[in-house]
């Protein structure tokens, strides 16, 4: 019963794929918790990127997943989420932050191989559930079929800048 109502308020606080005032409250409040690591689960952190339009940076809580050795974001509300489309239009480029900030490469996973990922997200991120239309014991046929729905990045270690005169290629 509890579970259920928290979930319709979670689902209407994002109501129309977007997040209304008090979730952009609560993920402001979230994104700094996140990044100073304190008070929250190891695997939440913040995601900051680039607006697209505003040139700004923007902070995002996220969860990161583990699974087969990676670690990747998953975007409980699909491809419409504002985080996805600057995360594209940056090219893959952001930074992680908790404690401290490490600049990342955010890897778009292709749709065939969604499926294992989300269904470990949904397992670890219980925020995300009520966008999620199945729970992590759901075959992963069922994954198979929402995949295309919902965006993967794998998180990678972005090369840092060439400091100048280094000799290699570009380097002047």
């Known amino acids: 019963m509890v579970v259920g109502w928290l979930y319709a308020a979670k689902r209407w606080m994002?109501?129309?794929?977007?997040?209304?005032?008090?979730?952009?409250?609560m993920n402001r409040l979230s994104a700094l918790q996140y990044s100073a690591g304190m008070l929250s689960p190891t695997r939440a952190m913040t995601l900051e990127v680039l607006g697209r339009r505003s040139g700004r940076v923007?902070?995002?809580?996220v969860v990161a997943v583990d699974h087969d050795g990676g670690r990747y974001l998953v975007s409980m509300l699909g491809d419409d989420a504002n985080w996805v489309r600057n995360v594209?239009?940056?090219?893959?480029?952001?930074?992680?932050r908790r404690r401290h900030a490490v600049p990342v490469h955010l890897l778009e996973v292709a749709t065939d191989a969604?499926?294992?990922?989300?269904?470990?997200?949904?397992?670890?991120?219980?925020?995300?559930r009520p966008h999620i239309p199945?729970?992590?014991?759901?075959?992963?046929?069922?994954f198979e079929r929402i995949?295309?729905?919902?965006?993967?990045?794998?998180?990678?270690?972005?090369?840092?800048?060439?400091?100048?005169?280094?000799g290699r290629a570009g380097g002047h």
Do not use: K, N, Q
């Open 134 to 142: 199945l729970g992590s014991d759901a075959p992963l046929t069922e």
């Open 14 to 25: 994002y109501r129309g794929g977007r997040p209304g005032f008090p979730a952009r409250v």
């Open 147 to 166: 995949a295309a729905h919902y965006p993967v990045f794998r998180i990678t270690p972005d090369d840092p800048p060439l400091p100048r005169g280094s």
């Open 114 to 128: 969604r499926a294992p990922i989300l269904r470990r997200y949904v397992a670890v991120a219980p925020g995300a």
């Open 58 to 61: 923007i902070s995002v809580p």
């Open 88 to 96: 594209r239009a940056a090219g893959g480029r952001a930074v992680m």
